[in-house]
């Protein structure tokens, strides 16, 4: 991969990720966090939240995530949200390529204590509810997203 090019897939990914990660705005509530309490989810590839509203789910180039996305269930074993499902198309290839968007459902599970005693869901699985946007790829999958990936 030649340098325009690899500076191309680096402003890709950033235009990205500030789309859908950097305008993540959580709100903390009080039973959110320590062991015993509602577990976080790490939806911007390195800070755990509670109810994040957009989430990346290929934290290499944030090509698949979900903006706007609405919880309707939280728990200490599980987490079900919907919202605005964003994927690159890699036409003609992922740096140049284009984000389609289709509804999306998230649910995350798993939760586990990380070694700085906070509760993190480590599994998200997502559903484009009604298919996905690019051609050939599959409508659902997970990703882990759990202590390791914020170093905690």
């Known amino acids: 991969m030649g340098r325009t ?83 690159n198309d890699c036409k003609p290839d992922c740096a140049r390529g284009n984000t389609k968007t289709a509804p999306m459902q998230l649910r995350a599970s798993r939760p586990r204590t990380c070694s700085n005693g906070r509760r993190i869901f480590t599994k998200l699985s997502y559903t484009w509810t009604s298919g996905s946007p690019v051609g050939n790829t599959p409508d659902s999958g997970s990703v882990p997203v759990g202590c390791k990936l914020a170093n905690i």
């Open 5 to 87: 090019t690899r500076m191309a897939a680096l402003l890709a990914a950033s235009a990205i990720i500030a789309a859908i990660g950097a305008s993540s705005v959580a709100t903390a509530g009080p039973v959110a966090g320590s062991s015993g309490k509602l577990p976080l989810l790490i939806g911007n590839c390195a800070k755990p939240k509670f109810k994040p509203a957009n989430v990346i789910l290929a934290c290499g180039d944030a090509s698949l995530g979900a903006t706007n996305v609405v919880w309707s269930t939280w728990t200490r074993k599980k987490a079900v949200g919907a919202g605005t499902g964003q994927l």
